[in-house]
């Protein structure tokens, strides 16, 4: 019941409101502070992701995603690299 108790207790609001969702700010980042470490590891994370959703099985997935999101986002991803 400990383990329980932190969470159960009257009174606490633990939802978000709007302004703790504006005060959320996203950072951008800039590929050449990254360098070729940022870029090694990407590629790291990326082979791994697609080894562990093949083992998962989970390529069948791909196609409740429409063509147009998949190669718009290819092209996103191409210009960013490119830039």
Do not use: T, W
């Amino acid at each position: 019941m400990a383990a329980v108790a932190p969470l159960a207790q009257p009174g606490r609001d633990r939802r978000s409101s709007a302004r703790d969702l504006q005060d959320a700010r996203v950072q951008p980042v800039n590929a050449a502070d990254s360098g070729l470490e940022g870029a090694f590891l990407a590629f790291i994370m990326a082979g791994a992701f697609q080894i562990l959703f093949g083992l998962c099985r989970l390529g069948s997935l791909i196609r409740y995603i429409p063509h147009p999101v998949v190669s718009g986002f290819m092209g996103g991803i191409a210009g960013a690299v490119v830039q």
